[in-house]
């Protein structure tokens, strides 16, 4: 099979009975149709089919080294920096495709099955750990192009250091029973993106959990029984392009996964009841370099995006000459440059690990995603301070069609636009930075990879320090060094 | 008549058949049932209620000088610290009965007017001015407890530091005929809030003009002929007040006012065509102090509420341990602190002025008004980083009476609340601060007095700095002091 | 006795055979002589000086109720709000004439001496209290006009959390022994400012200590057998008041203070081995709001100083048409009005304690001690960044009286000032921020109550905020209230 | 000849009779011996020790294409990718000799030399332009290994945007007259740091000058008839390393320059009267790349030493537990980590310009250059923070050989360090950040290349965003394009 296009997705979405709860109703019929996913599954559709365009094909596709099918780049196990170049072009294709607002374009979990597959021999031999079944997932989703999401977060119920769950009735989801055919899940894990929307959900955990029944990982069809997904809020403002120009194309919904003593077969099962497999599979597979990769390279795409409209504001407001606004904008500018550097140095310091593959070097990518979390929120706001009380004036497609139309066009013209290229650009930027919708995307970015404030004490803890202790000791001549 | 109540209020404003377009339609039938509208109108009527209510009447109404009817207390002029007191009690009823969510109550405009009213002797034997129709509007807003939007911002054409209007038609509303009946206006205005659901519109100029044409004042009915109110898209997120707790009751609107030769009658004009009357009007009344007095009466309120909700959100998931939880807390509590010491010094060093009324003391309001719009758009985002991702698992009021319940009741529990409470506190804070209301309201509050880099400047070039040069000069005996 | 004048102080000071050790000797003869103390002495000095003044006499001093003597305002027990203005205006008296340069101006110590006594009932009754004694010396301390330093900080040897002295001989300051004399103390405490340079030491502990043995309070004369202080190198950039107009007057010496079996006397101890009375000497005493009332009068004063410091900068490089310039003046403005507004709320809202004296209401002074080690530093960044490079080019007074003159007088004036008076100004602005002096003082006023990040905790955790939290319980109808 | 050592260097110093004016007098005898200059000359000249150690001289040196002599690295123009790697090495070996804190180690002021000479085409053929003559001062200074300061700042008269220079006198160094000599200069010039102590002086001007007779180039011996070098204040602290472990090593002293009529020979001239050319011979020359790309790889060297201090102060009093802490040295890492990317990128996307000579990448380098100078003084805060009131304890080297070192061990210990040890290591974070020396290393780094404000403008104006606003404009479907 290999590479599919956008009407297979949306097909096989349609064909799953996947039990998607809206609120306060199961959702029936066709997925694709429905208001609030309309939008996002053709969007990502049009990404699927980029990969049968014949001028494109040759960048987003490699040959499948089992089937000799063209298959997606984002699946391909890069063994040299050429291989990483290719990867990052094809993710910033379908980025730029996308403008940087699909934060879970299908390439982002290609990319984290891709290098699960890649280090499976951290599992070998330890118990209970089945390392085939991870290459046999590879396997499947490279041919048949699978869409998945994943869940790894707990249920926010008590966020103290020491708090260990004691209610009679799993809150995380935990593996309750085992028996011939697999494991029994029972409970809830938050915040899949996306959720109910792809072919299947990776379920596995985030490091650093204690309680051996909830290390577990495997991968099942979206419409296993038992599994549910409960979605919040849709915050697709409407289906104009013209009044939300972003919602109604990107809004990606996130659900709360409630396994209801859901069976995951034996074939499926990637680890359970073993602590260290948990943390080992995240830590020391090359998950966190090469997905934070796939990351900041459609981040960078959505800062030129955000930069390409802090100044088409300025333009038709023709603020430029303020040094304040000009300071503005170099800020965007620096963080843009920073990001991109980051990026390429992760690439160019690239270095082989112990199973052969190539790792986008690790440090610069911590680095980029302990500051995107703050550049992005700020560079929201910049936006909003550019364009002041013309955020606010924001008449609809259906106003411009109406009497009021001369009105709106003397009106609401600007500098170096008409009125309905004025209003549009804004509304854009609304969408951006003031919507529901947009507002969750800040609140997404910020909360990529977990706490920021974690992450930072995390990069802290790994990175190098000793040898630069070590010159200033000498520096100084102290006693012990 | 005097203080009116809420079915006065809605009575009154149905009855206007005031031009309001929403969504390329103008409105027909009552305003008050209208989903955008209904909301806002009930909780404006409810204050109004408030001014009837036996236990309360007292501190929101004084008997009118002119009928003896108890009138409302924003309308008072104030001639002793006393009354500045009773004015701020009054406020804050108002204040805390919407949570300091409600930008426009009636307070500020009425204060508004009654600040004009008390120093329209500026404007005597002035050119095309008539200080009685201030007086006059005074009257009649006191005694029919008349209700205002205002409007002071041209169109936001081209904001370079340089820009003279060269369009053929008026872009900015302009005087632009005159005959024995009145004035005729032609052009628009920004950004009235509420407006088309108040009983009138107050029209001036922000000082700093060049064009004497664009320099006038009056007010003028809502339904006055060739006036239109072009609404934004509305912020209402629904009418559950589980889902949508504060867009359903506190969503105001912002409209473009356009007047299509609109006549203004003689004895509604306050001045035209005079520049200087129109600096003076609002520089050297009592306008910003008393308005200014009301707002951060509002805002304290704002941040009380604000404050509350961060420590329940603190409280609901249990992160009152970790060290910058604390801090962010202790950043909301100082900013509290600050405004309300600013207010208080405001009306403890209140002095009387050339009018034999007493104005709050204006520095500590304007170094306020510097404030509260950093503040605020800090304050709502310390909410987001201490929601984290309960901010984004927010199921609807229907989930909860929906098959979903008992998973929603296990699984969103949090340490110190139940499911439903917990959601239902998630929900405020995404509705205060990331709902396209509250990030609506961030920008409101960041823009309430203008730009604030503007407001920076201002304060600097009229802060008395002299005396403490001199200390300096004085210091290192310098030669010229 | 009463109110001693400046030769007093010296002259008591000398005859003192305090050991104090500078660079490695101990310094003989008279300190008030010593390079490193002598500016700093007699700047102190003139403080007493103004006592005697006729003209200021009346606003420093009132009669002692013990001897009809006049005696130093800043021991007076306030009873009324009038008294605390009276305060207020002596301190501030003290202020101005040192430019809020003086962190440990004699009214600060005064100023504890006076709550500790006034406060001395919290210890009536408990094990190893001996509350006379602080009523003994509040009354020497007033009649003689004697002068303290204080500290209460234990050696900076490891800051983890939980970490217990484990060395066999005392590090942080112990009760090693009693005897029929008194008790015996060895160990360090880090930090008097001025130690040495005083009359006496009060000696006391930070709260929250375990160990009883540290438990402690007592005062005793500077020259007490076994106490050494140890300076810091001294930061008197030279006697030159053109090239060091701050560090020639105000460098204040800070010292460790060792105690070398130091005999404290009965009749000087407070209380020992009491981890309670420890506690609330300090927490339930009026000690924190009479101290920061003090501290933030003269912060007050401070920033005055550096804002006037700040606009002559502008105006003698002309930069004041700059919009970022205006931005950061105003930044400074804002942050005085906080800081007044926050004292003026102490004062109008003061109460009466339960021993008959009146507070300075607490939290608006905990808000200022909490934002003023944050405002300082960075008005200190600001006059940098007004300054640029002329903080660099700075000859000294020898090159104005050397053959350079005309060239300097030519090539270093400013727009608005001539070289010398140019430079003067300079000078003065580096060394506000940028002489190991200035940075002192910023650091010095930064940590002035302790760690920022634990004052801003204790604000959190001693606010009163269920009343906040009941409102929004309310506005939801949560079911737990 | 070629590449010198340290005797030559200091030899060839004390030869010159440089006219150099030190707190009101002019300096007499040796330089080398003079307390103000001891130490940087003699760190300077222990980098020209390194070019002739075995271990380094091959990558220190390169053969000269005139003579064949080794000649340092730093003056060659570089023709590849490997070329700039080579610089960089080199640069990084005196940088990391120095601890990045020599801001004109002869390296940057050799690689302004070698960028003028290799771009000296663009002044080929214009009016009053000696391009000859840059090529000539290139082969001298690449065969003696001369030494340089430059100046091209003007005196700090006034700042307003449109401040003309309207003194009878020059004030900025202005061409008063010219003969079959040369050019004669009156004037001074700001800020030449190392001024008196480099054996030449590079004067050329800022670009965006108006005055045709402040347009000019050129490089004189520091000893010519008419030239003073004015200096401030020495920030060397004292010779002892225990106490001023930088100052004593580093201090570089900045001079104002005045030129008193003096005679700029022909031969040495580049351009005069020549407002454009003053302009290219910066702008379009490879100055600006290769210098920032010297200056950041200096850079990151002292990012790294201020790490590698923060982390021993943390260790030092155990404290790497704190959240807060973690966060601190997390933001430093960023920092560092970023400067390297952009370093590094600015070398792998290096290109060819139009005269055959690579030129490191300038746009990752101007960001570079618009994020240092607030990361500096960020990160020397954050050092003070951690540092607390171990900052301010500082016993002197001679305090630890005198009686008191009993007390020192006990009461000054660190958790993982001995008192002595503990001392160096927060004296260095002192005199790194807080001693007037580190202070004006902050300065210095934040005006580097001039105000941050400004070259975050050019940024903003110079930066690609056409094709960005034009995929905006795509995305809107807007009008024009």
Not at 189 to 207: F, H, K, N, W
Request: glycine share 6%; with cysteine; net charge negative.
């Amino acid at each position: 099979m290999g590479a599919i296009n956008g009407k297979d997705f949306i097909d096989r979405l349609n064909q799953q009975k996947t039990e998607i709860w809206y609120n306060g109703k199961k959702i029936e019929g066709n997925i694709s149709e429905h208001p609030a996913f309309k939008g996002i599954i053709h969007t990502k559709a049009s990404l699927y089919d980029l990969q049968n365009e014949p001028s494109l094909t040759g960048q987003m596709t490699f040959k499948s080294p089992i089937t000799g099918n063209p298959v997606g780049i984002s699946y391909l196990q890069p063994k040299t920096k050429e291989d990483l170049k290719k990867r990052r072009k094809m993710i910033k294709i379908w980025a730029k495709h996308t403008n940087g607002m699909m934060g879970r374009s299908p390439d982002y979990m290609n990319t984290a099955i891709m290098s699960f597959a890649s280090t499976e021999n951290i599992l070998k031999g330890k118990e209970n750990c089945f390392p085939e079944n991870i290459i046999a997932l590879y396997e499947r989703a490279l041919e048949e192009d699978l869409s998945f999401t994943h869940t790894l977060i707990t249920p926010q119920v008590n966020r103290a250091h020491l708090y260990f769950e004691d209610s009679k009735d799993p809150i995380a989801a935990k593996v309750i029973d085992q028996n011939e055919k697999g494991i029994v899940i029972k409970g809830a894990r938050l915040l899949a993106t996306q959720g109910g929307i792809t072919d299947e959900v990776l379920v596995y955990s985030a490091p650093g959990l204690f309680d051996p029944s909830e290390a577990f990982a495997f991968s099942i069809p979206s419409d296993t029984k038992g599994l549910k997904f409960i979605c919040r809020e849709s915050f697709v403002g409407g289906e104009s392009a013209f009044d939300h120009p972003l919602s109604s194309k990107y809004e990606e919904m996130d659900t709360v996964i409630v396994f209801d003593n859901v069976l995951v077969p034996w074939d499926r099962v990637f680890f359970y009841d073993n602590v260290e497999a948990s943390n080992i599979f995240i830590l020391q597979s090359s998950f966190y370099p090469n997905a934070i990769h796939q990351v900041i390279t459609r981040q960078v795409v959505k800062i030129e995006f955000l930069l390409g409209i802090a100044e088409l504001l300025v333009q038709t407001i023709n603020v430029g000459e303020y040094q304040h606004i000009q300071e503005k904008l170099s800020e965007i500018i620096v963080g843009l440059e920073t990001m991109k550097a980051l990026a390429d140095k992760s690439e160019t310091h690239a270095e082989i690990d112990e199973w052969g593959n190539i790792r986008p070097c690790y440090i610069p990518l911590q680095a980029a995603s302990v500051i995107f979390p703050r550049l992005y929120p700020r560079f929201c706001e910049i936006i909003q301070l550019i364009g002041a009380s013309g955020m606010v004036t924001l008449p609809s497609e259906k106003d411009f069609h109406s009497k009021l139309r001369t009105d709106l066009d003397q009106y609401l013209q600007g500098a170096s636009k008409d009125a309905e290229d004025r209003v549009k650009i804004f509304r854009l930027a609304w969408d951006l930075t003031m919507s529901s919708f947009g507002t969750r995307q800040i609140h997404y970015e910020r909360y990529f990879f977990g706490d920021p404030i974690r992450l930072a004490g995390k990069l802290y803890k790994s990175y190098p320090l000793d040898g630069l202790v070590g010159k200033v000791n000498d520096f100084l001549n102290l006693k012990d060094k």
